[in-house]
């Protein structure tokens, strides 16, 4: 048989059978004592059992009464929780998203078709874009400045972060066009050991490590031309002679600009693209339907 019981009655009848005091319970749902009552009776009348015997000496649960309490709260403690979720998700639809980065992904549109996927879903988010340098490898990530992030891999403490892969694109040397082994059409990294290199900043950690190649050195440790912090900055130490540089294929187009050229490299990996977030925001609806978004503009 099914029975259509609504919460308030649930609510009514736990609160009596915790007081077992009609007065006082009525005081703390804030309606009056005889309302409350009806209400019970009336819950009892669908249930077809007495649920709290009523005498001079006061109120008491009957067994049916005792047997329903526990699967009374427990309905009350779910509704509350589906009540916070529904809370906190139309909360979530309202708010502000904020997308970090050190350099525009491109690729092909990516940045806006992501957009376009995520605002379909999502119309009454803001998506705002934070633009930071390299010091940062994270984007943001890491104090919290941002909600997801576009970053190459490895990131510091990378533990902390989850990720879905953007793109996996070879490492390409930049160096200006007048430099001797421009003249090559591709090049061993083995060639390039005692060539000054551009590097980011220290903060970078990892992420300098790997830009550096120092996986593919032997030990050798590099030749520092520059410090950079920004593909701008990186075009005009190439111009000015300060150095060399790895970068990945897709932001390549950064800086080949006039009196700079990229090479094609052997004995090197590949460079990761990812957009990341926090491991302890993974359950947030607005980074989860980024991330979802994301995936399936590259996967299209």
Known sequence: MTIDVHVRDLRYFVAVAEELHFTRAAEGLYVSQPALSKQIRALERQLGAQLLRRDRHGVALTAAGAALLPHARNVLSAWEAGAAAVEATEASRRSTLVVGMSTSPGRGGLLPAVRSRFTAEHPE????????????????????????????????????????????????????????????????????????????PESAGPLRDHWLALDARAGRPPRIGAEVSGAEETYEALVAGLGVCLVAAGNAPLISLGGVTTRPVRGIGPSRYVLAWRREDAHRPLVAAYARACRGTVER
């Open 125 to 200: 988010v803001t998506l705002r874009l934070r633009q930071l340098t390299w010091d940062d490898p994270t984007a943001g990530l890491a104090d919290g400045g941002t909600d997801v992030a576009f970053v190459w891999l490895p990131l510091p403490d990378q533990e902390r972060y989850d990720w879905t892969l953007v793109a996996e694109e070879p490492r390409l040397l930049a160096l200006p066009e007048s430099h001797p082994l421009a003249a090559r059409a591709e090049l061993d990294f083995a060639d390039l050991l005692d060539e000054p290199f551009l590097a980011l």
